[in-house]
């Protein structure tokens, strides 16, 4: 692996990581908690939690799933087990957040449609790639646990 790859996939770990600690640690405040919710009740895979929790509850869930992936990623000097956890967990965080495309509002810009995105599409858009970086996580992951 040559030295840009190598750095490259440091990058791409640990930045997955800070964006996952940085984005759940959010999920605590009133403000995303609010934020985010035309996304999750529109959402047939998340909608469900507002009926189990408090719109606050449900955020702070989100939060704890999403520093926990965060963590387990970045232990991935420690184990590749962990982290291979921590890349299944944000690979189907980014899935869920993509779905969103499809089912909330605001995803695309009502003047103009498809495929103009809006301002939450302009959001949303972003979680093509983290999933692109959990999904190598996981895989590099993997590879370290079958040695």
């Known amino acids: 692996m040559s030295a840009f790859e190598s750095t490259g996939a440091r990058i791409l770990r640990y930045g997955l990581a800070l964006v996952l600690l940085a984005i759940g640690a959010l999920k605590f405040t009133a403000g995303e908690a609010e934020g985010i919710r035309p996304l999750v009740e529109t959402s047939p895979f ?33 184990s590749a087990r962990a982290a291979a956890a921590g890349s299944a967990l944000a690979v189907g965080t980014f899935l ?52």
């Open 46 to 78: 998340l909608s469900w939690m507002y009926l189990a929790l408090s719109v606050r509850g449900a955020s702070n869930v989100i939060g704890v799933v999403e520093i926990a992936a965060a963590l387990l990623i970045a232990a991935r000097p420690f």
């Open 96 to 147: 869920a957040t993509l779905s969103f495309m499809v089912t909330a509002p605001g995803v695309w810009d009502d003047t103009i449609g498809f495929p103009a995105l809006g301002g939450a599409g302009q959001f949303l858009v972003k979680d093509v790639v983290l999933l692109g970086a959990a999904v190598w996580s996981l895989g590099e992951s993997l590879r370290g646990v079958r040695g």
